[in-house]
């Protein structure tokens, strides 16, 4: 058995003889009562989420100290998006942020960042 990154809880509402079910496929579809299943990430992959988040919040403040608004838009995003984790895909979030990142060091013309692109197109620093 795969371990899975995301597990789902039943809502109260919808408790059977059973109990509360689980469910470690795909979100399954809202009850009859419109309640949405409940959504768990492994500790790990919080984890390392939480890693990545640290050294964007790191290049944020240092940018932030070059062109304040700019950063705190950013800051903004990246808080909206993290109160909202258990309904994102956090990859997705932190693959966006950090292109972002790059956006706003390349609008900066920050020269502690460079860019390089890969076959895919996207950026990286370093």
């Known amino acids: 058995m795969s371990e899975h990154t995301r597990i789902y809880l039943q809502p109260e509402c919808c408790v059977g003889e059973e109990g509360r079910l689980w469910c470690q496929d795909d979100e399954p579809e809202t009850c009859p009562d419109g309640e949405k299943w409940t959504p768990y990430i492994l500790l790990s992959e919080f984890d390392e989420v939480k890693a990545q ?74």
Do not use: C, H, M
Request: aromatic share 6%.
């Open 53 to 126: 988040l640290d050294k964007a919040t790191t290049r944020i403040a240092a940018l932030e100290n070059s062109e304040e608004v700019a950063a705190r838009e950013l800051l903004f995003w990246w808080a909206e998006r993290l109160s909202n984790a258990p309904n994102e895909n956090l990859r997705q979030v932190i693959k966006e942020g950090y292109q972002r990142i790059i956006n706003l060091a390349n609008v900066l013309k920050d020269p502690s960042v460079r860019v390089r692109s890969n076959a895919a197109g996207s950026g990286a620093a370093r």
